[in-house]
T-cell receptor
């Protein structure tokens, strides 16, 4: 698996955009980037994934740099319910997702 | 569509007891996984299965056993429970694990005393 690096914690004001970065400098050309989040004590929830192009769904947007060595998850209008731990994952050839500590996002009023 | 269902949600075991954590999915997913999560930590893979009859060890398999007799079910067996196995256990599934998102169950909170 490509190793990913995320900040330990971030905070964001409610209603503002939350931009969560992830570095995956060892990613190979055919590996996808996945983002999940885990709200306190619940199972992780899939958010979005991408390969090369930017992606958007009803939950978030994913921006992947042209060299694919980093990506940013964007929550356009963060709410208090978006407070969670966010995981950036590159399962790669093993097809087995590895969840590190992720980024703890706190959305404050 | 129930997704991934785990039972029980909570359990307290005494040291040395055994139990089975149940996991079932109704999405016809081939891949299934068991993770454990200790407080403040990420998820660690215990065992996984790529299809019925096939299982393999993850990062922390010691003290656990699994079986996969059907596509739907992937039970996790704890033999001789120890305090170090106090954790939250999550089961997950995916269709082919490459281009699909993973669906997680709601977890089983296990305490060994």
């Amino acid at each position: 698996d490509a190793k990913t690096t995320q900040p330990t914690s971030m905070d964001c004001a409610e209603g503002r955009a939350a931009n969560l970065p992830c570095n995956h400098s060892t990613i190979s050309g055919n590996e996808y980037v996945y983002w999940y989040r885990q709200i306190h004590s619940q199972g992780p929830q899939y958010i979005i994934h991408g390969l090369k192009n930017n992606e958007t769904n009803e939950m978030a947007s994913l921006i992947i740099t042209e060299d694919r060595k980093s990506s940013t998850l964007i929550l356009p209008h963060a709410t208090l319910r978006d407070t969670a731990v966010y995981y950036c994952i590159v399962p790669g050839g093993s097809y087995i997702p590895t969840f590190g500590r992720g980024t703890s996002l706190i959305v404050h009023p | 569509n129930a997704g991934v269902t785990q039972t029980p949600k909570f359990r307290i075991l005494k040291i040395g007891q055994s139990m089975t954590l149940q996991c079932t999915q109704d999405m016809n997913h081939n891949y299934m996984y068991w993770y454990r999560q200790d407080p403040g930590m990420g998820l660690k893979l215990i065992y996984y299965s790529v299809g019925a009859g096939i299982t393999d060890k993850g990062e922390v398999p010691n003290g656990y056993n699994v079986s996969r007799s059907t596509t739907e079910d992937f039970p996790l067996r704890l033999e001789l429970a120890a305090p170090s196995q106090t954790s939250v256990y999550f089961c997950a599934s995916s269709y082919n694990s490459r281009n699909y998102g993973y669906t997680f169950g709601s977890g089983t909170r296990l305490t060994v005393v």
